[in-house]
Every structure is written in C-alpha cells, then in structure tokens.
Nanobody, 124 residues
Framework: VQLQASGGGLVQAGGSLRLSCAVSGGTTTIGTVAWFRQFPGKEREPVATIPRSGGIGHYVDSVKERFTISRDNAKNTVYLQIESLKPEDTAVYYC??????????????????WGQGTQVTVSS
C-alpha cells in the first residue's frame, strides 16, 4: 500500500486548502485513513480519521470547526479540507492508513501505512 499526500503550499491566513491522500497498491485492503500533522520540533499529532467505507469523520477538538475529512472511493482518495487557515496550522501534514476499519481511533501507532507528508505554510 502506498499513500501520496499532496495539496500543501503557502497560503495567507484566512485562506483554505484541500489536501489529498491518494491510496494505491491494495486499496481494497484499507479500512481506515487518517490525517496527522507535525509542527516543527514537535511530535506528530492526529487531526482526523475516517473509515474507508461507511461512517463519518472524527476530529480532534482543536480542528473540528475548520477541518473536514472526506473520501472518494472511486478515486481511492481521502481529502482534508481546511478553512480559515491560521499561522498556527503551519505544519507538515501526513496521511496514514490501516487495514482495520476503525472509528475515531487517533493514535498514530494504530496506522501501518504512511505517506510522505505535504507542507502547509500559513502566512499572517
């Protein structure tokens, strides 16, 4: 299984971005996809997660009003829409996946497959 994260970039505060996570090489074995982010000098932390089929997205409290996770199984892609971007959203965003179907499971240790990350930089 390979994950390819894209869509990051430099954006002004208040703007929006849509990150994409393309899943390939065994997509039918994937049960759950999640997004994480890593601030400079910090540990990677969860953002949102969604089952591959059925169910809704789950979010950490700090992002639930501005972030939306969604899936397009026909394209084997999971998205993370970020609205009203803030400078403190500046981080490397990673997508991750696991073969198990999990609901609301955020701990990174539960995800076996990881993408390479995409940089999001928000200027004030």
């Amino acid at each position: 299984v390979q994950l390819q994260a894209s869509g990051g970039g430099l954006v002004q505060a208040g703007g929006s971005l849509r990150l994409s996570c393309a899943v390939s090489g065994g997509t039918t074995t994937i049960g759950t996809v999640a997004w994480f982010r890593q601030f400079p000098g910090k540990e990677r932390e969860p953002v949102a997660t969604i089952p591959r089929s059925g169910g809704i997205g789950h979010y950490v409290d700090s992002v639930k009003e501005r972030f939306t996770i969604s899936r397009d199984n026909a394209k084997n892609t999971v998205y993370l829409q970020i609205e009203s971007l803030k400078p403190e959203d500046t981080a490397v965003y990673y997508c991750a996946a696991d073969s198990r179907r999990m609901v609301g499971v955020m701990a990174s240790s539960n995800y076996a497959y990881w993408g390479q990350g995409t940089q999001v930089t928000v200027s004030s």
